[in-house]
């Protein structure tokens, strides 16, 4: 009972207070305050029940979010769990982007989104002339940070060409590739994105146009820029000329055959790189990525369509942004790193060249 009162006198004390603050000369400022103070409370209530999506301008119930985690079904034959992504008009896509989500899950998640986003021909609403098709599994999800896993969700529940494959277990890079080639990709073009990689903003919409533009070429790269740490496209251009490593330019100068993906002593030079741009038509020609031979398998497919007469071009360019991290798939799986292409050597190179470039 003594509670009671207290808390009664109390509000009899505030109620007499703000009955005079009110009539007094002040209360143009009390009401002014007043309002305020309502729309400051109706904000923070509505705030917790809808969140504002990073990207784009669709606006998602909260409950909407952390669909990946929820992920369940039954296994396919190749794999496959579930996909989430919105649904989509694939009649007018272009380009398929292929991703493979298996490297530091907490590391370079913000890094590859933001890129991606970045690009000139990246899609807000369809239609859309690019896909991005994104491969993973449980595990990755499972180890993924809650903030970056809901950053993923809204990611694709916000862009409507977005779309995540999660399966059983990781098949291996080259495995993931052949699964999107031959069942997601509706493009006519294909590339692929490395997490810890960037590019020029306008890295996917000028290989489009070289390729519409030159219809005897089937796989083009560009002049890739090399570095030793993550970094943006922005600040990697921040840094002084003389301590910026080029690779792969002076090739576009030069007439392309099988040759070109060795060097001198017979080493592997695998000048598409890390993001080369290519016709999906070709794999009706060459076949797919032999996942038998990885971490060599981007290398012999390119080399096998050569000696098969698909036409190569490098842009002189750099479109490109290789992070030599030590860590990547290609340094941590490979055991002898020049026997295979030796071997290569001796079945395309030397007397047995084909030429493969854009005026062969």
């Known amino acids: 009972m003594a509670h009671r009162g207290r808390g009664k006198m109390s509000f009899m004390y505030l109620n007499e207070y703000f009955s005079k603050f009110y009539t007094g000369r002040r209360k143009g400022v009390y009401i002014v ?8 409370f109706w904000i923070f209530v509505n705030g917790q029940r809808y969140q504002e999506a990073q990207w784009g301008n669709k606006r998602l119930k909260k409950q909407e979010y952390f669909k990946l985690a929820s992920c369940k079904g039954v296994t396919s034959p190749d794999g496959l769990l579930c996909t989430q992504g919105v649904p989509r008009d694939i009649d007018n896509v272009e380009l398929s982007v292929m991703i493979s989500l298996f490297s530091d899950p907490n590391k370079y998640l913000r890094h590859l989104l933001d890129g991606l986003i970045g690009q000139s021909i990246f899609c807000s609403k369809v239609p859309c002339e690019t896909e991005i098709l994104m491969v993973t599994d449980k ?26 494959l999660i399966l059983s277990r990781d098949p291996g890079l080259y495995s993931c590739w052949n699964i999107l080639i031959q069942t997601y990709a509706s493009g006519r073009y294909l590339t692929n994105v490395n997490m810890d990689d960037s590019r020029d903003p306008f890295s996917w919409e000028t290989k489009i146009k070289f390729l519409n533009m030159h219809s005897q070429i089937s796989v083009v790269s560009s002049a890739v820029a090399v570095v030793g740490s993550l970094c943006s496209w922005e600040e990697y251009h921040a840094q002084p000329l003389q301590e910026r490593t080029i690779w792969f330019g002076y090739l576009s100068d030069q007439n392309i055959d099988t040759n070109s993906f060795f060097q001198n002593d017979g080493q592997p030079h695998n000048f598409p790189h890390n993001s080369p741009m290519w016709r999906k038509s070709i794999h009706r020609q060459c076949g797919y990525f032999d996942p038998e031979v990885s ?7 390119w080399i096998k369509c050569c000696s098969l007469g698909v036409r190569f071009a490098v842009l002189p360019s750099t479109l490109e942004i290789y992070y030599r991290n030590h860590a990547s798939y290609g340094r941590t799986t490979r055991v002898d790193p020049d026997q295979d292409a030796k071997a290569l050597y001796i079945q395309y190179g030397g007397e047995m060249s084909v030429p493969c470039g854009l005026n062969s």
């Open 33 to 40: 305050v007043s309002v305020a103070a309502l729309l400051l």
């Open 295 to 301: 971490p060599y398998s981007d290398y012999h497919l």
């Open 139 to 164: 595990r990755y999800i499972h180890n993924l940070r809650p903030d970056l896993l809901h950053t993923l969700d809204k990611f694709i529940s916000s862009y409507p060409n977005a779309k995540v």
